[in-house]
């Protein structure tokens, strides 16, 4: 009987009290962005962090490393020839800004054409060809 008593002692208090309340969406999403960047897609569909060999329209092939904080390293043969931060608007344009004085935010329009060739083109008209390597 006092197993029973105590039960429903429980069973009533635990009713009387209420839930925590929900988080509204904007805390949720204030969170979420304050803690974890968020994914972005290159222009071949995956996520736009990882390693790419990009080949100028010139023959150089440069390593570029797109890191999930929003920097980036471009090396040459295993040498450091830029850095900076990196912004993918939309898998269709990926911008920069080179780590420099004064550098300002430019924008290469990416594509992958239907033989699955990537290219990006540079504000100057340049045009290289893209492969993921790693990502």
């Given at each position: 009987?006092?197993?029973?008593?105590?039960?429903?002692?429980?069973?009533?208090?635990?009713?009387?009290?209420?839930?925590?309340?929900?988080?509204?969406?904007?805390?949720?999403?204030?969170?979420?962005?304050?803690?974890?960047?968020?994914?972005?897609?290159?222009?071949?569909?995956?996520?736009?962090?990882?390693?790419?060999k990009?080949?100028?329209?010139?023959?150089?092939?440069?390593?570029?490393?797109?890191?999930a904080?929003?920097?980036?390293?471009?090396?040459?043969?295993?040498?450091?020839?830029?850095?900076?931060?990196?912004?993918?608007?939309?898998?269709?344009?990926?911008?920069?800004?080179?780590?420099?004085?004064?550098?300002?935010?430019?924008?290469?329009?990416?594509?992958?054409?239907?033989?699955?060739?990537?290219?990006?083109?540079?504000?100057?008209?340049?045009?290289?060809?893209?492969?993921?390597?790693?990502g």
């Open positions: 009987m006092k197993r029973i008593i105590l039960i429903a002692a429980l069973v009533t208090v635990s009713a009387c009290s209420k839930p925590a309340p929900a988080p509204t969406p904007s805390q949720t999403t204030t969170e979420a962005s304050s803690t974890v960047p968020a994914q972005t897609l290159a222009a071949d569909g995956k996520p736009s962090v990882g390693t790419y990009v080949t100028t329209s010139d023959g150089k092939i440069v390593t570029e490393v797109a890191n904080d929003g920097t980036y390293v471009d090396t040459i043969d295993g040498k450091v020839v830029e850095t900076g931060k990196w912004e993918q608007k939309s898998p269709e344009q990926y911008c920069y800004t080179k780590d420099e004085p004064g550098a300002k935010q430019k924008c290469n329009v990416e594509r992958v054409d239907e033989k699955g060739v990537w290219t990006t083109k540079d504000p100057e008209g340049k045009i290289a060809t893209v492969e993921r390597v790693k």
